[in-house]
């Protein structure tokens, strides 16, 4: 079949991700920019370094777009329409950028940030009251690592375990270690409650 194409050129950057626009707009006019920007961030100790909240954007946009691990992303470093629609002036970061900045949170980190980020969620939400369905698990581990400690564990008796407490409806996952709280010795949900639920 013969077919004519219209066939231009241009010297301008282009991007097969222009739908992002939609993205960046709900982004910016949610909020959810400022409440990053005043997150607890671990910022670089040097000018070369990225900025935090775009290290965090670049992988939002990541996920948006498919990405299911960090190598992925450095599809887009090539992208600099994306860079410039989201203003990372230093354009997305590296898969060695990323790994560097997520071990930088630990348990405490974590709080401080996802309290934040669960505080703003909250407070979006329509809604007068909330169902919640609790439940806890067991995780074995092997090792030595932060919080562990032997307890409530029917498929390894006596091996080291964490202990972590599900909000399951939510799709919400509240980090209980048993260094801070043990849930095999938890008696009423009263105990837990006032610790992480109602910081949100």
């Keep these: ?31 959810l920019q400022d409440v990053i920007s005043s997150l607890p961030l671990s910022h670089p100790g040097s000018n070369r370094g990225y900025d935090p909240v775009d290290i ?15 190598a992925h992303a450095g599809l887009l470093r090539h992208d600099k329409v994306v860079s410039e629609m989201f203003g ?3 354009g997305m970061a590296s898969e060695s950028t990323f790994n560097r900045f997520f071990k930088k949170f630990d ?8 309290i934040e980020l669960n505080r703003w969620w ?11 369905d609790i439940d806890s698990t067991v995780i074995s581990r092997y090792g030595s690592q932060d919080g562990v400690e032997v307890g409530y564990n029917p498929r390894k ?13 939510l799709s919400l996952i509240v980090p209980v270690i048993t260094k801070m709280l043990n849930l095999h010795q938890i008696r009423t949900i009263n105990e837990i409650i006032p610790l992480h639920l109602l910081s949100c």
């Excluded at 965090?56 to 960090?70: C, H, K, P, Y």
């Design 1 to 31: 079949m013969d077919a004519d194409f219209d066939i231009r050129y241009t010297d301008r950057p282009i991007t097969p991700f222009v739908g992002l626009t939609t993205v960046k707009n709900f982004y910016q006019n949610s909020g």
């Design 56 to 70: 965090i954007e670049g992988f939002l946009v990541s996920v948006i777009l498919g990405a299911r691990r960090l």
């Design 88 to 90: 990372w002036t230093k």
């Design 107 to 114: 348990v405490e980190l974590n709080d401080e940030v996802f």
């Design 122 to 132: 909250f407070t979006k939400l329509k809604v007068k009251h909330h169902t919640v």
């Design 157 to 169: 008796p006596g091996r080291g375990s964490h202990h972590p407490l599900i909000i399951q409806n």
